[in-house]
C-alpha cells in the first residue's frame, strides 16, 4: 500500500511511527513546515518529505490528510489532482469537507490523545472508518488493522457526537486536573498527590459504568461539604462556578427525580 | 496494635482488610448497621461486632473512626469513654472536630475513591497524618506505613484543600465520563469508545503536568469547532453551560495575558 502522508503533526508522526512498525511506512510526508516533514521523514524507511505541492507523490493509493480540523481545508485546496483515496482525520470535520477537492474520500480518525513526547500503544487505540463508497470503506479497514486491533465504521454525524464526547472525558477532565494541580501548589501541597487517586479513577471506568462509578460530597447531596467547598472557593470566583455548575449537574443525575 | 474500626462503608472494608493483609486486623468493628458490623468483621479473623456503645472494647491503642464526614460528629458523641487515640478519616473534617468528646486525637486520611465490589491497591494510597501531639502523629505513621507506602503528614487546612482538589480531580471528571457515556448512548455509539482515551489522558499526567498535557479545540482557541460543539449542545442547556464555562476556563489559561 503506497500511502502519502499529508501533515506532520502529533497525530501524523504516531500514525507514521505505527504504519512504518507495521511495514507500511508511508512513502512521502508533504507538510507546509518543510523542517517537520524532513524530521519525520527522517525516522520512515524510504520515505521522501516535501514542502511544495508540485513535488507531491501522484499516484499513491492513499493520502492521508493528517492536518488539524481548521487546517483541513486550506490543505486540501492546495493539493495537486492524484489518483487514489483522499482520507482526513479530523474529528469535527465531516467527510464531504473533502468533496469539493477530490472525488474518491474517506475519514480515518484514531480517537487518542496525542502528545509528540509521549509514546502510546496505537494498538488499541479505536479507529473510526468512513468512505466514499465501499471500497474505500475496506481499504481504510485494511490500514486502519495494520496499526489498531479495534476499526469501527461511524457516520459523519455520529463522529462529531463522538468528538464532542471525547472533549469532555478528555479535555475537560484533563483541564480539571490541571485546576486541581493550581490547588495544591497554592496550598504547600505535592504536585503529585493526587495521581493515585486519578489512575484509579480512570481505571474504575474501564470496568464499570461511570454513573455507577460516582462518588463524592454532590452524589452523597452533603450540603454541609458542598458549602464548605464553596466557601474555600470564596477567592477563585472562576473555579466557584465550576464546582457549582458540575456539584448541581450530578445532583441532578443522582437527586430525586421531580 | 489493638485497632477498633468505627464504621462499615466502603473506606472503612477497604482500610480493614488492608490492615487485615498486613497482620493487624481491628479486633473489632462497631457499626450502626449490625449487618454491615457483622459482614466486614467476618472477615477478619479473631474481629467481633457490635452495634452497641456499652459493647465498644473500651481499651484500644487506636479507634478508626471511618464513617462518612457528615455523620462523623453525632458518631463520636455516641461512643462511650475509651483509652487510646481516636483518629477521623474524613476529608474536609478538621482534627478538632473530634475534640468535644476525646483528648488524644489524629486524623487518618487515605486519599482513594472507593467502591464496594472492587479492590484497590491500597499499598500506592497517599495516607495524610495530623495529630494532637507527636506521640499520636507517630503512632498513626506507623499504622499507616503497614498498609501503604505513601504516608504523609498535613494540617487540618492542608487537608481541606486537598479534599476539595480530590473532588475536581476524582468526582467532577468521573461525571465528565458520565456525561460523555450520556452523549454517546444517544448517538448510537459503544459505551466504552472512549475507554482507551480516558485510561490515556490520565496516564499522561503521572507523568508530565496537566497544564502540559492539555490539548483539545479550547486549548487551541479552535472557534470553528468550539461553535459546532455548542451547536449541537443547543438541545442540552446545562451540558452546553459546562462546555462553555470549562472552555472559557482553558482558553483563560493558556490563551494571550491581558
Redesign the interface.
Known amino acids: 500500500m503506497r500511502i502519502v502522508l499529508v501533515g506532520s503533526g502529533n497525530l501524523a508522526t504516531r500514525t507514521a511511527l505505527a504504519l512504518s512498525e507495521a511495514g507500511n511506512p508511508p512513502i512521502q510526508v508533504w507538510s507546509r513546515n518543510a523542517e517537520h516533514a524532513v524530521r519525520l521523514a527522517s525516522m520512515l524507511p524510504g520515505a521522501t518529505a516535501t514542502d511544495r505541492a508540485e513535488e507531491l507523490i501522484c499516484d499513491a493509493d492513499l493520502y492521508l490528510l493528517a492536518v488539524?480540523?481548521?487546517a483541513l481545508e486550506t490543505v486540501a485546496a492546495a493539493l495537486p489532482s492524484t489518483t487514489g483515496i483522499w482520507a482526513h482525520t479530523a474529528g469535527?470535520m465531516p467527510m464531504d469537507a473533502l468533496r469539493p477537492y477530490h472525488e474518491t474520500i474517506g475519514v480515518f480518525y484514531p480517537?487518542?490523545?496525542?502528545?509528540r513526547?509521549?509514546r502510546?500503544d496505537y494498538s488499541?487505540?479505536?479507529i473510526y472508518i468512513e468512505g466514499s463508497d465501499e471500497a474505500v470503506v475496506r481499504l481504510l479497514e485494511s490500514v486502519g488493522r495494520l496499526i489498531s486491533r479495534?476499526v469501527?465504521r461511524?457516520t459523519s454525524?455520529?463522529r462529531?457526537?463522538?468528538h464532542?464526547?471525547?472533549?469532555?472525558?478528555?479535555?475537560?477532565?484533563?483541564?480539571?486536573?490541571?485546576?486541581?494541580?493550581q490547588?495544591?501548589a497554592?496550598?504547600?501541597?505535592?504536585?503529585r498527590?493526587?495521581?493515585?487517586?486519578?489512575?484509579?479513577?480512570?481505571?474504575?471506568?474501564?470496568?464499570?459504568?461511570?454513573?455507577e462509578?460516582?462518588?463524592?460530597?454532590?452524589?452523597?447531596d452533603?450540603t454541609?461539604?458542598l458549602q464548605?467547598?464553596l466557601g474555600?472557593?470564596d477567592p477563585y470566583p472562576?473555579w466557584q462556578?465550576?464546582?457549582r455548575?458540575?456539584s448541581d449537574?450530578?445532583r441532578?443525575?443522582y437527586g430525586p427525580k421531580e
Open positions: 488539524s480540523d481548521h469535527s480517537l487518542q490523545t496525542f502528545s513526547e509521549r502510546v488499541s487505540i479505536p479495534d469501527l461511524c454525524e455520529q462529531l457526537y463522538l464532542l464526547a471525547a472533549v469532555f472525558a478528555c479535555n475537560f477532565t484533563n483541564h480539571l486536573y490541571a485546576l486541581s494541580e490547588m495544591l497554592e496550598h504547600g501541597l505535592p504536585p498527590s493526587l495521581a493515585p487517586l486519578i489512575a484509579e479513577t480512570a481505571a474504575k471506568v474501564q470496568e464499570m459504568s461511570a454513573t462509578a460516582q462518588t463524592g460530597p454532590a452524589k452523597r452533603d454541609n461539604t464548605k467547598h474555600l472557593l472562576d462556578e465550576i464546582y455548575m458540575l449537574s450530578i441532578k443525575m
